[in-house]
């Protein structure tokens, strides 16, 4: 039997709340997480606020409106209260996602730290199969260079539909990119000022962009998205809109930049290598399909 119980009914800002002060898992700005209550889920039951018997000890949730090349929904676990057994929690939060997986989507995946704890066995038990390692970097921005390319130029909403072209392109093959649908990724594009994109061009036709996100509170910048289209790379774009979008974080007051990159993605991660990121952790991301016998 289990040792904890799914509450219903709590309010968004309550488990943002809870999520922001018992921070588990990836590095998720105010922002985004309520990005996953609101937009990214098509039901309420597909958040997992988890209790003991006298208190919440960990909140998930399972993004479905989201795409990537594996057609899986993607299970967050973004608070766990301090003191748990994470390895308890994630086996719940697995079986109840599993069981509301919705019939549209052909399994689902989950990002795990170094330091989850679970045995091969409970892997295997759960369905779980290896499917791609990340890495989350960072890297201070006092010593930044300052400046970006004449090439370059801040977005604007007019852009979007050229952007989201660009990113389902630059993308389309990497297992490690969940995007919206889009309607929702067009809708969102610019619609946080704490969000910029910004473009490379060349004679009028995009080439490259990158998605630039501040956080305030924290002094902190993510990089979340860098794209060039796929007959456009090793011509130094992206370096010059990495370089870009971290004097701009700077210029913005920001003390550190992070992001994250997939292990087998080499010349991504050899360019942030080269622009001073180092790697803080590590993610192995796991996938079970459908049924536990799929891969």
Known sequence: ??????????????????????RWGGTY????????????????VLVFDLWDTKQRVAVGVLLDKLRNPSNDACLELIGLAAG??????????VRSAASVLPASRSGLQLALPDHAGL??????TLGLRTFYDTFEMSRDLRNAATGRSPSIRIGER????????????????????????????????????????????NAGKL??????????????????????????????IGTMLLRGALSIAKAKGMVTCHL????????????????????????????RGRNPSET
């Not at 007019?158 to 649908?181: C, G, I, K």
């Not at 509170?217 to 796929?230: D, H, I, N, W």
């Not at 010349?267 to 192995?284: D, M, N, P």
């Open 158 to 201: 007019s852009d979007r539909d050229a952007v989201y072209q660009l990113a389902v392109e630059a993308f389309s093959e990497n297992p490690d990119t969940s995007m919206p649908d889009e309607k929702t990724w067009k809708d969102h594009f610019l619609a946080s000022p704490d969000s910029v994109f910004l473009l490379w061009e």
């Open 119 to 124: 045995s091969e066995a409970e892997l295997e």
């Open 84 to 93: 748990v057994d994470a390895r308890a929690v994630i086996i719940e939060m």
């Open 29 to 44: 700005g105010p922002d985004l997480l309520r990005r996953f209550f609101t937009e990214f889920i098509s039901d309420p």
């Open 260 to 287: 994250t990159v997939a292990v087998q993605n080499r010349s991504a991660l050899a360019l942030y290598e080269r622009e001073g990121f180092i790697v803080r952790k590590t993610f192995r991301c796991y996938r």
């Open 1 to 22: 039997m289990s040792r904890f119980h799914l509450h219903r009914g709590a309010q968004i800002d309550e488990l943002l709340s809870f999520a922001e002060s018992q």
């Open 207 to 236: 080439l490259g962009y990158a998605n630039l996100i501040v956080d305030r509170q924290q002094q902190s910048a993510e990089v979340r998205t860098l794209g060039v289209s796929k007959t456009s790379r090793q011509r130094g």
